[in-house]
């Protein structure tokens, strides 16, 4: 016997799926004329020499994202519908870019330096926007979505998102082509402005019941101390958010592939190309099949068949005789990614109630965020130390530990509340 709320989730299933496809693809359109691996590293080359700031790029922005969401999840969980704080916090991390296309534009005048400073404090604000906006966004989506579709719904998000990052990354290259410096920046910025807010008005149209069936404790409680009993009751979460955690260290020489290739095999631009086409298709394909298998057979599965293929990927890279060995290691990597990002996931929001549930989301995130941070630097100075084969090999390592925490100590969260 379905209650109220849940069968106004059903009844108005197609239509939140519909509308929140279109966010997906329409922030994925935008993300490409602004990526953080490409576009902005770019546009910070364009005013200083500094490698370290470049690479801060990529780095504020997944800290940004990870660190809030414990923080938040104490406020979320005792939110009836979370719509209207999604909306309202999504804003921080869509605004900043129509400021980097103003610096762009006025970079002439205002000077490298200040550009540069105004350029990190807006990658500052738009890096935690949207960490302020992912766990009540993770839990709105996890209560309009029924449990059995969710990792399908999650996947098919992120790969169409995907297919619209690599339409429009192809456009912004052109565009960047074309126009001349700063301009070209500044076109990017206020393009990826504009599919920001087609996006935004696609999630506006999201329909939310009020949940007047969840049981909200009066007594409001921190997030620490909810932390610290989800932590000492559930074993099963601990043992997850450890194979979560050493999952970044099994991907840590994913970063230097393209490096490695280049050096080894003298490889060209156009090949460089080709890869990463080959990288972005198989995270597409891979974030649709992957999420549908992990509804019908069990998310852990999944993950186990990523850490694989992270030990796959790190070993044909060890070994490789040509670069033709690196089409496989990049398919590879893209499996091994949807399944820490897309699968990791789906399965986070399997764990506890749904008042529980934005405080798995924020542990599973904000906890996983110092090592998302200290693999690639890990990777790199043992690339710079030694070389890119021992990163190889100790990547591999950390899979097969992975490996191993996932076949003996988790198990998949929704067979165990069935069993209860």
Not at 5 to 28: P, Q, S
Not at 76 to 81: K, P
């Amino acid at each position: 016997m379905l209650s109220p709320l849940e069968k106004d989730i059903r009844a108005n299933l197609k239509h939140n799926v519909t509308v929140n496809l279109w966010d997906g693809g329409l922030f994925g359109m935008a993300l490409g004329f602004a990526s953080f691996s490409t576009i902005l590293p770019l546009f910070v080359a364009s005013m200083t020499q500094s490698t370290t700031l470049i690479g801060l790029v990529p780095a504020i922005h997944s800290a940004g994202w990870l660190l809030p969401q414990l923080f938040t999840a104490s406020h979320v969980s005792r939110l009836r519908r979370y719509k209207r704080t999604v909306l309202a916090t999504t804003i921080h991390e869509r605004i900043p870019f129509i400021g980097l296309g103003l610096i762009a534009l006025l970079l002439p005048r205002i000077g490298m330096k200040a550009g540069l400073i105004l350029t990190f404090l807006l990658l500052v604000w738009q890096g935690l926007g949207g960490g302020l906006t992912a766990n009540s966004w993770t839990s709105m989506i996890s209560k309009i979505i029924p449990s059995e579709s969710r990792g399908t719904f999650f996947g098919f998000q992120a790969g169409l998102a995907n297919l619209f990052i690599s339409i429009s990354a192809i456009g912004a290259g052109y565009l960047l082509d074309y126009a001349a410096s700063p301009l070209n920046f500044a076109l990017c910025f206020f393009i990826a402005g504009f599919f920001f807010t087609l996006s935004w008005l696609a999630l506006a149209q999201t329909r939310e019941a009020l949940d007047t069936e969840k049981i909200i404790p009066q007594e409001k409680t921190s997030f620490w101390d909810d932390s610290k009993k989800v932590l000492r009751r559930d074993s099963n979460f601990n043992w997850f958010l450890a194979a979560r955690f050493l999952s970044q260290f099994a991907t840590m020489g994913f970063s230097f592939y393209i490096v490695y290739a280049l050096r080894r095999f003298n490889m060209d631009t156009v090949t460089a190309g080709y890869l990463t086409a080959t990288l972005t298709i198989s995270q597409t394909i891979a974030n649709a099949g992957m999420g549908w298998m992990g509804d019908k057979f069990g998310h852990r599965l999944m993950l186990l068949v990523g850490a694989l293929a992270a030990v796959l990927s790190s070993l044909l890279a060890w070994q490789a005789m040509s670069l033709a060995w690196f089409y496989p290691v990049f398919i590879l990597a893209g499996l091994t990614n949807v399944a820490i990002w897309t699968i990791g996931m789906a399965m986070t929001v399997e764990f506890g109630s749904e008042v529980e549930r934005p405080i798995y989301i924020g542990l599973s995130q904000t906890l996983t965020a110092p090592a998302t941070i200290a693999a690639p630097l890990l990777g790199g100075w043992i690339a710079d130390s030694v070389g890119f084969i021992p990163t190889f090999s100790i990547s591999t390592a950390f899979a097969v530990l992975t490996i191993s925490i996932l076949i003996f100590f988790v198990r998949d969260p929704r067979s165990l509340k069935i069993h209860r």
